[in-house]
Nanobody
Framework: QVQLVESGGGLVQAGGSLRLSCVASGSIGSANVMGWYRQAPGKQRELVADITNGGRTNYADSVKGRFTISRDNAKNTVYLQMISLKPDDKAVYYC?????????????WGQGTQVTVSS
């Protein structure tokens, strides 16, 4: 079983910064993608950014240039550095791990961490 534990959310003023962390534990294969999704009230969950185990990154257009995703494979940890935060970034942020070492591929999710941006 794979478990994901997020940390780093909180309240910040517009223009501020936060860094989210997510540690994965359990039986994790090397073929995986780790990422961050977010869900605002009344909206669908959306991809923020993800990163392959090889380091290839992908970002939502709304966060390009402001958010940076990175990972430490040795620690099974993924980070999301967020700068120039906007009120529209307010959401619950979920860590995701896509297990590509199994068939069919499976998604694992963290419990979520709240990010609130005040204007």
């Amino acid at each position: 079983q794979v478990q994901l534990v997020e940390s780093g959310g909180g309240l910040v003023q517009a223009g501020g910064s936060l860094r989210l962390s997510c540690v994965a534990s359990g039986s994790i294969g090397s073929a995986n993608v780790m990422g961050w999704y977010r869900q605002a009230p009344g909206k669908q969950r959306e991809l923020v950014a993800d990163i392959t185990n090889g380091g290839r990154t992908n970002y939502a257009d709304s966060v390009k240039g402001r958010f940076t995703i990175s990972r430490d494979n040795a620690k099974n940890t993924v980070y999301l550095q967020m700068i120039s935060l906007k009120p529209d970034d307010k959401a619950v942020y979920y860590c995701n791990l896509k297990g590509l070492w199994i068939f069919p591929p499976r998604d694992y999710w963290g419990q979520g961490t709240q990010v609130t941006v005040s204007s």
